[in-house]
């Protein structure tokens, strides 16, 4: 009795122990020797895992630029795969550091959630997926439509806005995960899935006939995707920030993984290049890493270009067009801060 | 310990540690101090943790709109209505699917019992194969199995099963007429009221006569006539004041009329199937407790077998059954929390789950959920922790 009386006091004392501040995020991570990112349960083209187990796709590549400029090795990563709604739970309770999850920034989750958007990495808006048979060619024909929608999201809250603001009825599904909805949708539970318009070019291209479905000309929301970190730590936001602002701003200034090393090498003519690659003023040592940070992140996962094409570009399953995330120098909207 | 028991001078204190009734004393009070000095320092660090990221503890997002649509709804609610009234929403589905759930385990449960008696072999070994499929496979994949089954194998609405032009099949639900009740009928229900009380009495008043003279009255037939007959008759008299609003296909979907989703049936289905094979034991349990001597003194004093059944080992084996059958019960009320995997919009999905994301309250949002199933589970556990005091031995 005496001995269980023991643990009880000791159990406390080690739980009283166990918890501890959460403000240097960058000295946590680089003491761990890994990032902690949080990522989608899966989502071809986003972040999954390929046939190796090995987690691949766009958001994925932010979180190993993250990685390659805090720690020099965009492998260091530990994926958190979370549900629509635990991501924000596992950012904020720490389980995760930083968070690319095809994330909506709105003012609630900026403000109220108390959570810190970095810049905007892919400008999307949620669109309808529906079957070509339905010979439906506008969203204003929905009327009485069985919607499926992975809960969790601003996906329900748009559509319900939607359907009211135009006068029209619908059942919504509210399924607990993507892959369950799109079970739904193509067992024809639902006439329409819908999402964001880049997840449900995903979506259609993992249905097992692709072509018999339409992704409906209308986009009814703005969804400005970008990643997250929790509030309360600036100096690791503006690492998640400047890594995310250094992609874009290399596309921009035509510095990609091939020619980093040459362009890099020393200092050259272009002083904006200069100053991305560290030849020039200290730009590592302002976000306290060093002055190589963003050569890393070029070298070992590229510009922006280089990672769209990749995963999500024409070439690719999901075929998804520039659009508004081309450069502001191509007729974009992608548009990052400088660095100087 | 023996060193303290042979000194000679022992203090007060190790006097009453040595003392067997004070020393459980000392140590219940250590461990329940214990117990809730760690809930305050587990509430405490909450509380301090989510103020160090700047989320104070509030309930105030309950009053605002709600912003999201729910299909199935037993009150008025739309995407203009509060959180809480998607939590009332929510709160009134998991009860439905509850109650509905507990009734068909128990029907079905009580036959499998049955059956697993039997003495026919091909019936007994059925409901054994039945029940132990059943009892070895989780329920959220019953769940996921049923839901599946039926949005994939019935028709999408365009090409429906009709019932008689009036009653519609789809894997988007059961589309059936939705009676609009007219103020005459107001009598009806009236009468039926009427007839439960009546019958109510009579039941006593027989049972008194019985008791008295030996006389037995036909309850069951007068007891129809007065619930059933009296009122049907007087609903034809009136001019049948009801009328039918019958679904019709538009667009895509059905309008008009009542609607039973395949996410309800199917979690209704895989729910009170799944346990109706632990009450199937358990009811198979309660009639090999009985005694079988029982059953044979009732037959030697000419009582046939559906009334010893119902006079002498029912009453007994309702005594074995029913504390178990509690667990049941609690179990399904529980497991119908799985119903976020297919979309039934119970109180976990909504309050649970989209206020939550939306508003970013989980600690509010899951002490919500957490008391509503304890207190759900609470009420279960009464009602049949009463019948159960009811049905017990009477010993005199």
Sequence with gaps: ?340 | MAEVAVSPQRNAISRLWNDKESRSVIIQIITISLVFAFLAYIIHNAVVNLQAIGKGFSYNFLWQPSSYDINQHLIEYNSRSTHFRAMLVGILNTILVAICGIVLASIVGFVLGVLRLSKNWIVNRLAYCYIEYVRNVPVLLHILLVHGLIVHAFPVPRQAISIGDLTFMTNRGIFSPKPLYEPLFLVVVVLFLLGLAFMWWFRRYAQKVQDETGQHYPVFWIGLGAIVGVPLVSFFLLGSPITWDVPELKGFNFTGGMVVRPEFIALLLALSLYTAAFIGEIVRAGILGVYYGQTEASYALGINRGRSLSLVVIPQALRIIVPPLTSQYLNLMKNSSLAVAIGYMDIVATIGGISLNQTGREMECMIIVLALYLVMSLIISMIMNWYNKRIKLVER
Aim: one cysteine or more.
């Design chain 1, 1 to 340: 009795m005496l001995k269980s009386l023991k643990i009880a006091v000791m159990t406390v004392a080690l739980s009283v122990a166990g918890f501890s501040a959460n403000a240097a995020t960058l000295d946590d991570v680089q003491a761990r020797g890994e990032l902690n990112c949080v990522v989608t349960t899966g989502l071809a083209g986003f972040a999954a895992p390929d046939e190796n187990g090995r987690w691949d796709g766009f958001d994925v590549e932010f979180c190993r630029a993250v990685a390659a400029a805090v720690l020099g090795d965009s492998e260091k990563v530990k994926f958190v795969p979370s549900t629509g709604k635990t991501r924000f739970t596992l950012l904020n309770s720490g389980e995760g550091d930083i968070l690319f999850r095809n994330t909506t920034e709105t003012m609630s989750r900026d403000a109220d959630l108390k959570l810190t958007f970095l810049p905007i990495n892919y400008y999307d808006g949620q669109g309808f997926l529906i079957r070509k048979a339905m010979g439906i060619n506008s969203a204003s024909e929905l009327d009485g439509a069985s919607v499926c929608i992975q809960t969790g999201t601003t996906t329900e809250l748009n559509l319900a806005d939607y359907f009211r603001a135009n006068g029209m009825s619908y059942e919504p599904v509210n399924i607990e995960t993507n892959e369950e909805g799109i079970a739904n949708y193509s067992g024809n539970r639902c006439d329409l899935y819908t999402t964001d318009a880049s997840g449900l070019a995903s979506t259609r291209a993992a249905l097992d006939d692709p072509s018999a479905h339409v992704i409906l000309p209308e986009i009814i929301s703005k969804e400005p995707l970008g990643g997250a970190v929790r509030h309360g730590d600036d100096q690791w936001a503006d690492i998640g920030k400047w890594v995310v602002n250094a992609i874009i701003n290399a596309e921009e200034l035509g510095v990609s993984s091939a020619n980093v090393g040459e362009l890099c090498a020393a200092a050259g003519n272009n002083p904006s290049i200069n100053r991305l690659c560290g030849t020039e003023g200290d730009a590592g040592s302002w976000i306290g890493l060093d002055s190589n940070w963003a050569v890393r992140v070029i070298e070992q996962v590229g510009n922006y270009g280089e990672i769209f094409e990749r995963h999500i570009g024409p070439n690719t399953p999901l075929a998804l067009e520039r659009g508004l995330n081309a450069q502001w120098t191509d007729g974009g909207i992608l548009y990052a801060a400088p660095i100087r």
